[in-house]
């Protein structure tokens, strides 16, 4: 896991939450595992709901990261883990796994630690266990069913909990498609969209006010302090993809307020730490001279600290070492760009949801079908479908895994859950034909072609034919 989470983040987060009580409203987070990206060493995950204000999540699963493309899937003796950070005060109410089984096995336990305390814990058991989904859906149907875990525990007290999914001890595997949380958020705390935010230049015309949180970035890494600037003397970088999609919580995020003159400014983090300086080459939190003048020219902004002889903030990319930001007296490092915190990005409204065909007639034999509607556009962000069966004798359906339960007729609706889009699909059960097409064990003999003397015959479960038919 990412070592950048230090002592600071841990120390101003457990302040925040001294500062709150008791739980006041019920809130909800999807984090859905989207792909594991190779070139970063790291699982993208998408979010869609609301979340605790600076908090953040970390997915890891060791084994994902190192099969093929099997990013999701948590075979026998591995697990994956959600880890959660500035949760505190907030009381977790449900846990909601969106899954598949390896066809016919897999196993499947949770457990919800607050650092280091066990706040629950289901062992591994079969997936078509009852304390789990209560049969089987193979991967090859290709969707993922829900299994919620209600929860009565107490509330979280640590910026170190985590949801762990864990294999069981037999063959089989399942895959994990994305995570829920219901959750009580603590009195007083504020809650934000899991979105980025866009960041827009700050260039010569532009104005500073104070309340504006800006970021110090230079070709493609923003200010972070990994190592502790109070050992480096200096702040850190991180990679940034996009200024207009900012998620990663290790950038840190500058309040500008007014100074003790009129062209003065303190530089505040999201942690209430005040960037100062203590001499050349030197800067520190909340000591020395945390007194700055900001000049936004064409080549970056001119950040110098109000004692000039300690330097002006500078874009250090040496050969070798490490890339930095810091006070330098030399003019020939570049300069830093100010970006300005604007807006969050919205959530993309589903606007349709269509399936392959509206009608269908199925075997009661198939036991079970998969319906896979599409979602457009394509980027929506919360892709949850809301599934119901207006005849649940005929049929019962969870995400689009429809079992069969007697001969006759059933609209089967698709909503999605942001209520953008809707779709049904009339099916009919038919009587029992014999043959299971979904699973079927009987190995087909099928008729093929052979030369034998020079002359062709037909061969059908090993009984020969001629061309014209007849039985040699």
Not at 413 to 425: F, N, P, R, Y
Request: net charge negative; charged share 20%.
């Amino acid at each position: 896991m990412k070592n950048i989470r230090n002592i600071t983040r841990v120390v101003m987060t457990m302040i925040a939450f001294l500062s709150v009580s008791l739980s006041t409203q019920a809130a909800e987070v999807v984090y859905r595992i989207v792909e594991y990206n190779k070139s970063i060493q790291d699982f993208k995950v998408a979010a869609c709901g609301m979340v605790p204000k600076d908090s953040w999540v970390y997915f890891e699963n060791k084994y994902g990261a190192t099969t093929a493309n099997r990013y999701n899937q948590i075979p026998r003796n591995n697990k994956a883990v959600l880890y959660l950070r500035g949760w505190q005060g907030c009381t977790i109410k449900s846990i909601t796994l969106n899954m598949c089984s390896n066809k016919k096995s897999g196993q499947v336990g949770v457990t919800l630690n607050d650092g280091d305390t066990q706040l629950y814990k289901q062992s591994p058991v079969d997936f078509a266990d009852n304390d789990w989904f209560g049969q089987w859906v193979s991967k090859d149907f290709g969707v993922y069913v829900d299994v919620t875990k209600k929860l009565d525990i107490p509330t979280i007290t640590s910026d170190n909990s985590s949801i762990t999914i864990q294999g069981g001890t037999s063959e089989g595997s399942v895959y994990l498609n994305s995570i829920t949380i219901e959750y009580d958020e603590a009195a007083g705390m504020e809650l934000e969209s899991p979105l980025g935010w866009v960041y827009e230049k700050l260039v010569t015309k532009s104005t500073l006010s104070e309340g504006d949180e800006v970021m110090i970035y230079r070709n493609g890494c923003a200010a972070t302090d990994y190592d502790g600037i109070e050992k480096s003397q200096y702040l850190d970088v991180v990679a940034i993809a996009s200024t207009t999609d900012v998620t990663d919580p290790d950038v840190l995020r500058f309040t500008l307020g007014k100074g003790d003159s009129q062209n003065m400014w303190t530089l505040t983090d999201q942690y209430g730490r005040a960037l100062g300086a203590t001499g050349k080459q030197a800067l520190a939190w909340n000591e020395g001279n945390t007194q700055w003048t900001i000049a936004l020219g064409y080549e970056g902004a001119i950040i110098t600290n109000s004692n000039s002889t300690y330097g002006t903030m500078r874009y250090n990319e040496p050969t070798t070492g490490y890339t930095r930001f810091g006070l330098y007296t030399s003019k020939s490092l570049l300069l830093p760009f100010l970006y300005r915190k604007v807006k969050q990005n919205e959530p993309e409204v589903s606007r349709s949801l269509a399936f392959e065909s509206n009608e269908m007639t199925v075997s009661l034999d198939e036991e079970h079908i998969a319906l896979r509607p599409t979602i457009m556009p394509t980027s929506t962000t919360d892709k949850r479908i809301v599934w119901t069966s207006d005849n649940e004798e005929v049929a019962t359906v969870s995400n689009g895994f429809v079992t069969l339960r007697n001969i006759g007729h059933a609209n089967i609706t698709a909503l999605t859950k942001d209520g953008g889009a809707e779709s049904s699909v009339s099916l009919t059960v038919t009587v029992p034909t014999g043959i299971n097409a979904t699973s079927s064990d009987v190995q087909k003999d099928c008729a093929r072609k052979v030369l034998k003397d020079h002359n062709i015959f037909i061969m059908n479960k090993n009984v020969e034919y001629g061309i014209d038919g007849m039985k040699k």
